[in-house]
């Protein structure tokens, strides 16, 4: 390994930004504002894909794939969520090149092969998916209409962060419809419970569950609902989105039903997302000075066994047990990698695994063979001990259980040492200003006093969570009466 | 269901544009040339990923994520591929639209926000993954390098089909970079029988490996092996394609290593793909006039069960014993649909599982509960037989194997009577205009002479195929001397 990562407690964005580089995640490209997302970073992807998927579709869902363009009179038929999205996307506006008669071997867009209508790369798929689904839909027996999406989106962003905000990434968008208000309702608090499962019980990245306030809402929703993270630089993150559409897309598309007594209905909707965001929630919820910690169920790699040896026979002998190890946790679907590349040390092979996040690190050296041991590392706690090589692999499956559960408590514990009550505004920006966090304090419910805090603090309401004790107060900022806190945090 | 579809020996194509929509599988989007796929289709596309994505792994390769934009300068930097894709591609000019102030609640582009450097929405991303290959390789260590992305893409095409041509499809793409020239060809072949093994084994589709000639090429190789598989009307389809492209884009890229003696080399490229188009070869391979036709190894539903019933009472009892088949199914791997939907009649449900290609189909009436037996019918031959419920699980697991075969057997059989040798320029127009299919003749080599023969009977050089016997001749068109034979045919 090259020298290591710039501190947390120095620089925690220069700390995000290396290990992001250094663990192998992503890179940018060569395309203003889009990542790539390199083998490693795709496979924890791919683990989460896989997982979210299985939930889904135990949930009814079914996927699907539409179009990656929006015509342009379809993307403007929602107004507001035309009007949200407008100023950040990349419209397709020629169909070919032609080559350059002023400049041999280049090629210049081609002026005759104008596109009648513009297209717009979808940053969200409502528009061109209510379009479509004014075509399926017609009776109540249509409904509910439970589909989702595995996408590429498009959001010109200027300011872009590898997985946080990059001008194209890869999300899943859920888009129902139902018969009725309430079924919809029940839908959007459904998968914003999928997500925060997801979220604490994979990810061991605990999460608020809550509503957001008007003005941060989805451009077209009439409920956001949310998941909301700290990260340990006391920020927030913004971890998925479910919103209450209610009829506003179904009156842009014209979508109706009839209902079982023949009646035409406006079709009430949901949609919901996450997206490659939460590769840069989970390493900024977890990692450390020294690189990436990943929770092993979904590390792409559990086990990384390193031969400490000299010479060939020694290797030779450490192999036989290392790979008959090997075997045994397979066995039980544990994911081993054996490092015997001879070209690199091992001193490097742990700075290897260390800034990658590997959850266990196995090391098998001469004295080992004669002891019938192994030298076993936890990733997360840095703690090393020496086991017995008989029924490893129970214990090592153990232990990755142990580490899932521990990264899940560590979080939990910072983000309740960092979550307060405010009671006064003098107490609101000294803990804004100061350790940081969450911050609960009493709100007007005026988009004006949220709208000052913000200037004065640069915190947002990050939601009014579900899950609080109903309390009236007055609000922190104006002292006019409050019904309930909101939490606010500075945010990604 | 509706009326039936029209009989593939009196319109094909008529038959395969309403199989595709009545079968549920796609449909237009009011985006012009591009498809949404629909739940059914998508589910026989993600049986088709989950299977090649283990084989990409299994010989090696990881997935990742590149942009889906390719600034204009990087795209014309290998200029044949550029040449190749430069007429067909969408091209995003501008990243902003604003309110029209000529036209209240419409949007237009706004001229301000034009992109100083045009971006091309990637017809294939040899280009941007070359610019990104540049960084990651330096030395010999870094090689071979073996990637894989799964991905949309986008060409711009006057005349498309579902499936089978489409403006936006989506598709693997596999890149990969090595040391040497052979290790490069080697690459490229051995994934020409992945997608040779994939095609047999899992889509019962048969197909014949081979060279493209010079002027099928992809642009930008030295070389495309292929597989071409022959669909019901005498038509070949082009299913999968395996690039050697030399040093080629190494050198447009500028992409070398040191080797181990520290000399500076042009790295060797393969690339390699297949799309959703193979949906539409499955479909024309196997499907008849009653509709789709599945290979149980990519069906999304393995059987559909159906009760036949007079009132509840019936149905209950009916229930119960398809039920426990099911379970017993289910427990085996087997996918099965009970469908006790009361608002459609048996008659309706045979004809919807027919349509949509289920393999097997079981009935259960009153008279079966007397007896303990179950209608079973077969979509690949029609038949029906009555069978014990007794092990009936293990009885369909062995009719699923066999509808399987019998579809590879079934479709080798078709292909064999529709491969014939022409030994004269009468004789290949004659097969050409008759019963088509593929024709094996002499050619000359020249593209001079595949050019003629392209005009004069629309048929062209599918494949130079590797398995057949070494054989000089003279050209069916020029008489000149030729070395071998080349496949003909009309193709998609």
């Given at each position: 390994m090259a020298k290591g990562l710039p501190k947390r407690s120095e620089d925690f964005s220069a700390w995000y930004n290396e290990l992001v580089g250094k663990a192998d995640l992503a890179e940018h490209s060569g395309v203003k504002g889009c990542m790539v997302v390199k083998p490693y970073g795709y496979a924890i992807w791919e683990n989460m894909k896989a997982i979210l998927d299985q939930k889904f579709k135990e949930t009814g869902h079914q996927n699907a794939y539409f179009p990656i363009f929006v015509p342009k009179s379809l993307f403007e038929a929602e107004e507001k969520n035309a009007e949200g999205f407008a100023k950040e996307c990349a419209i397709v506006t020629h169909y070919r090149l032609k080559n350059d008669p002023d400049k041999k071997g280049k090629l210049m867009v081609?002026?005759?092969?104008?596109?009648?209508e513009e297209l717009i790369?979808?940053?969200?798929?409502e528009a061109i998916i209510w379009s479509t689904y004014k075509k399926w839909i017609?009776?109540?027996?249509?409904?509910?209409l439970l589909i989702n999406q595995w996408a590429n989106v498009v959001r010109w962003e200027m300011r872009t962060r590898l997985f946080?905000?990059?001008?194209e990434f890869l999300w899943q968008e859920g888009h129902t419809a139902h018969a009725t208000k309430s079924e919809a309702l029940e839908e959007t608090e459904k998968m914003m419970h999928v997500y925060a499962d997801f979220a604490e019980d994979y990810m061991a990245m605990p999460v608020i569950k809550g509503l957001k306030s008007e003005s941060e809402?989805?451009?077209?929703?009439?409920d956001t609902y949310c998941i909301e993270a700290l990260m340990q630089d006391g920020k927030a993150l913004q971890a998925g989105t479910s919103h209450f559409l209610g009829q506003n897309f179904a009156k842009a598309f014209d979508v109706k039903f009839a209902d079982s007594e023949g009646k035409q209905k406006y079709v009430w909707a949901s949609s919901w997302g996450v997206s490659t965001r939460l590769i840069g929630g989970l390493i900024m919820t977890h990692s450390d000075d020294l690189g990436l910690v990943l929770p092993p169920k979904l590390a792409p790699i559990h086990v990384a066994i390193v031969p400490i040896y000299k010479g060939d026979e020694q290797l030779a002998k450490i192999s036989e047990v290392a790979n008959k190890l090997k075997a045994d946790m397979q066995a039980k679907g544990i994911i081993v990698k054996y490092d015997d590349?001879?070209?690199?040390?091992p001193g490097w092979k742990f700075a290897e695994y260390e800034m990658k996040g590997v959850p266990v690190r196995i090391a098998i050296g001469p004295r080992d063979l004669e002891n019938g041991t192994v030298e076993v590392a936890r990733r997360d706690t840095l703690e090393k001990e020496s086991l017995q090589q008989v029924d490893l692999a129970i214990k090592v499956e153990h232990l990755l259980e142990q580490i899932q559960i521990n990264l899940l408590d560590r979080a939990k514990a910072y983000r309740e040492e960092f979550t307060n009550v405010a009671a006064t505004w003098n107490e609101f920006t000294e803990l804004l200003d100061g350790k940081g966090g969450f911050v609960q304090a009493h709100w007007d419910g005026t988009e004006e006093t949220e709208q000052k805090i913000k200037e004065e603090?640069?915190?947002?309401?990050?939601c009014i969570p579900f899950d609080q004790k109903e309390e009236t107060g007055s609000c922190i900022y104006s002292g006019k009466p409050s019904k309930g806190m909101a939490l606010f945090a500075k945010a990604y």
């Amino acid at each position: 390994m090259a020298k290591g990562l710039p501190k947390r407690s120095e620089d925690f964005s220069a700390w995000y930004n290396e290990l992001v580089g250094k663990a192998d995640l992503a890179e940018h490209s060569g395309v203003k504002g889009c990542m790539v997302v390199k083998p490693y970073g795709y496979a924890i992807w791919e683990n989460m894909k896989a997982i979210l998927d299985q939930k889904f579709k135990e949930t009814g869902h079914q996927n699907a794939y539409f179009p990656i363009f929006v015509p342009k009179s379809l993307f403007e038929a929602e107004e507001k969520n035309a009007e949200g999205f407008a100023k950040e996307c990349a419209i397709v506006t020629h169909y070919r090149l032609k080559n350059d008669p002023d400049k041999k071997g280049k090629l210049m867009v081609d002026p005759d092969a104008k596109l009648q209508e513009e297209l717009i790369v979808r940053p969200t798929s409502e528009a061109i998916i209510w379009s479509t689904y004014k075509k399926w839909i017609q009776s109540y027996r249509d409904l509910p209409l439970l589909i989702n999406q595995w996408a590429n989106v498009v959001r010109w962003e200027m300011r872009t962060r590898l997985f946080l905000r990059t001008t194209e990434f890869l999300w899943q968008e859920g888009h129902t419809a139902h018969a009725t208000k309430s079924e919809a309702l029940e839908e959007t608090e459904k998968m914003m419970h999928v997500y925060a499962d997801f979220a604490e019980d994979y990810m061991a990245m605990p999460v608020i569950k809550g509503l957001k306030s008007e003005s941060e809402r989805f451009a077209g929703a009439e409920d956001t609902y949310c998941i909301e993270a700290l990260m340990q630089d006391g920020k927030a993150l913004q971890a998925g989105t479910s919103h209450f559409l209610g009829q506003n897309f179904a009156k842009a598309f014209d979508v109706k039903f009839a209902d079982s007594e023949g009646k035409q209905k406006y079709v009430w909707a949901s949609s919901w997302g996450v997206s490659t965001r939460l590769i840069g929630g989970l390493i900024m919820t977890h990692s450390d000075d020294l690189g990436l910690v990943l929770p092993p169920k979904l590390a792409p790699i559990h086990v990384a066994i390193v031969p400490i040896y000299k010479g060939d026979e020694q290797l030779a002998k450490i192999s036989e047990v290392a790979n008959k190890l090997k075997a045994d946790m397979q066995a039980k679907g544990i994911i081993v990698k054996y490092d015997d590349d001879d070209k690199r040390k091992p001193g490097w092979k742990f700075a290897e695994y260390e800034m990658k996040g590997v959850p266990v690190r196995i090391a098998i050296g001469p004295r080992d063979l004669e002891n019938g041991t192994v030298e076993v590392a936890r990733r997360d706690t840095l703690e090393k001990e020496s086991l017995q090589q008989v029924d490893l692999a129970i214990k090592v499956e153990h232990l990755l259980e142990q580490i899932q559960i521990n990264l899940l408590d560590r979080a939990k514990a910072y983000r309740e040492e960092f979550t307060n009550v405010a009671a006064t505004w003098n107490e609101f920006t000294e803990l804004l200003d100061g350790k940081g966090g969450f911050v609960q304090a009493h709100w007007d419910g005026t988009e004006e006093t949220e709208q000052k805090i913000k200037e004065e603090t640069k915190a947002t309401i990050r939601c009014i969570p579900f899950d609080q004790k109903e309390e009236t107060g007055s609000c922190i900022y104006s002292g006019k009466p409050s019904k309930g806190m909101a939490l606010f945090a500075k945010a990604y």
